[in-house]
C-alpha cells in the first residue's frame, strides 16, 4: 500500500517475515544523480530522523521503521532485535527502492545494523556514517559497562518503566569508565528525571528489556568491512564524548582502525525539540554534508 503525505511517500514492503514501512522524501531516481539518503536507528523509529531530514531536503531521504518497531509489524513470532535480521531488512528496502546503492547515516543500534548491512552486503552503501553505535563489548571496561547494563534492566524488571528509564538515564550520563564509585550511587528516582513512578506492568521495552542484547553485544567483522567497497565512518557527539555512547563510538573507532569524526551536539544530535532532548539539526546535517561530500 501507499500514503502520500506532505512531501513524503510511505510505502510497505511485505516479506516472508515482516511489513516494513518506509518513507521518501524526494524523486527516485534522484534528481540529481546522487545516491538516496538512507536514515536508520534503533530502537527509534523513522519519525526520530523528522528534523535532520527536514534539513537536508537537497537529497531524497528514505527513513524506514525496524520490524516489530513504530509502524513495521512482525510476523517470525519473535520478539528479540537482531543486527543481522535487521539488516537483511534494510537490504530488502534498499532492493525495493531501486535506485543503485545509497549513502547511509545510522545513529545508535541503527549504527550497529548498519555496520552488518556493509558487512553482509557491500554493494548497498557508498559511505555510512554510523553515529554512537553502543558496541559495549569493545570498552576497555566492558565488564563494567555490562554490569551498568544489567542494573537497568534490573530496575526495570523489578519496578516498570519509569525505574528503568531513570536507570538508563543515569547510566548513559556517566562519564568515564564505570567505577565503584559509579556503583555505589542509589537508585535514580524516577520522579527526578519526570518519569513515572507507578508501573503499568509492561516488560516488553526494546530499549529496557534483554530484547535487543544481540544489538550492543554485536562485534564488527573487520575484515569483511575492510574489504568493501564502502566508506565507513565512525561519529562521535562533541557533548558525550566521554559518555556511554560516545565512548564506545572512539572504542568502534579504534577497533576498524581509524578515528572517529566529531559531530555537533550528543547522541541525540541530529533531533529537534519534539523529544524534549533537542540537539543542533540544522548544524549536524551541515555537518554530515560535509561528511558526504568528503
Not at 121 to 128: A, I, R
Not at 222 to 248: D, F, Y
Request: hydrophobic share 40%; no cysteine; aromatic share 8%.
Amino acid at each position: 500500500m501507499e500514503g502520500v503525505y506532505t512531501g513524503m511517500i510511505t510505502h510497505t514492503l511485505k516479506t516472508d517475515e515482516a511489513d516494513l514501512v518506509y518513507d521518501v522524501r524526494g524523486p527516485l531516481p534522484t534528481a540529481d544523480g546522487r545516491p538516496p539518503l538512507f536514515m536508520i536507528g534503533q530502537p527509534m523509529d523513522a519519525a526520530g530522523f523528522t528534523s535532520l531530514a527536514e534539513h537536508s531536503a537537497e537529497r531524497t531521504v528514505v527513513t524506514y521503521d525496524p520490524r516489530g518497531l513504530g509502524r513495521s509489524v512482525r510476523r517470525d513470532g519473535r520478539v528479540d532485535h537482531s543486527p543481522t535480521t535487521q539488516a537483511a531488512d534494510v537490504h530488502a528496502v534498499i532492493e525495493a527502492l531501486g535506485a543503485g546503492p545509497v549513502d547511509m547515516f545510522a545513529s545508535s543500534g541503527g549504527a550497529v545494523t548498519a555496520l552488518a548491512l556493509v558487512a553482509a552486503y557491500p554493494q548497498d552503501v557508498v559511505t555510512l556514517v554510523a553515529h554512537e553505535p553502543p558496541l559495549v563489548s569493545l570498552l576497555p571496561d566492558a565488564e563494567a559497562a555490562e554490569r551498568a547494563g544489567a542494573a537497568v534492566r534490573e530496575a526495570y524488571q523489578k519496578s516498570g518503566w519509569g525505574a528503568g528509564m531513570a536507570a538508563f538515564i543515569a547510566m548513559t550520563q556517566w562519564t568515564g569508565e564505570f567505577t565503584d564509585a559509579y556503583f555505589a550511587q542509589p537508585a535514580p528516582d524516577p520522579a527526578a528525571f519526570g518519569m513515572p513512578v507507578e508501573d503499568d506492568g509492561s516488560r516488553d521495552d526494546p530499549l529496557l528489556s534483554d530484547r535487543s542484547a544481540a544489538v550492543a553485544g554485536y562485534r564488527p567483522d573487520v575484515e569483511a568491512l575492510a574489504a568493501a567497497p564502502t566508506r565507513v565512518v565512525i561519529a562521535v557527539g562533541e557533548e558525550s564524548a566521554e559518555t556511554l555512547t560516545g565512548r564506545t563510538a572512539v572504542a568502534t573507532a579504534e577497533f576498524l582502525g581509524q578515528e572517529a569524526t566529531v559531530f555537533p551536539s550528543h547522541h541525540g544530535g541530529f533531533i529537534g525539540g519534539e523529544y524534549g532532548y533537542a540537539g543542533q539539526p540544522e548544524a549536524f546535517a551541515r555537518k554530515l554534508r560535509e561528511v558526504l561530500n568528503g
